[in-house]
């Protein structure tokens, strides 16, 4: 019976200190000025250089997706420019209702920043006619392109959408967005990726 009683209060304990972590968290990520919804990347220290603890940047994994004209593009390509990965399909009412704001953003950034419109195309629930009709009606300009293969949804794990990714001009990733953006996240996360830029 004590011992019941023991995991009982030792149950509540650490609920209790897994939920003030969690609200301390919160508080330093609003403090050091982390969007709600975008994630920094994560940072893998390298092995101790004389006493020092270098932080090493993660290079943004390379995929293959093809573009409007069917021709093959890789993500590598895209290095020297920061880079904005937006993976979305149709059917997804999220990514349709934030992809005004991407409009906006591509027309204010888009001689300076590479925006990648990923539509996750399974062949099946989307295809490359049915994305394409959308954008075509919705008069969207932003480049688009098309992850037949799901190379890019896979390599990313791009299992829910929409998700957004932020890659530095050096080819990097800086954040991360899972789930929808509104204008000021989304240019919270162009901030991450574009103060750096040397144009």
Known sequence: MNSK?????????LAAVIAIAGVAYGKLAEKAGVPDNITP????????AEDTDEIQKIKAMDFTVIDT???????SEFEGKPVIINFWATWCG???MEMPDFEEKFKEYGEEIHFLMLNVTDGNRETVDTAKEYISEAGYTFPV???????????YG?????????????????????????????QKGIDMIYTSYER
């Open 5 to 13: 009683k023991s995991l009982i209060i030792l149950a509540a304990v």
């Open 41 to 48: 990347a994560a940072e893998e220290k390298t092995e101790p």
């Open 69 to 75: 004209e069917g021709n093959s593009v890789n993500l």
């Open 94 to 96: 999220y990514c349709q």
């Open 145 to 155: 392109y098309f992850d037949t293969e799901l190379d890019a949804a896979n390599t």
């Open 158 to 186: 791009a299992y829910s959408l929409p998700m957004t990714i932020f890659i530095d001009a050096e080819g990097y990733g800086i954040a991360q967005a899972t789930g929808m953006i509104n204008s000021e996240l989304l």
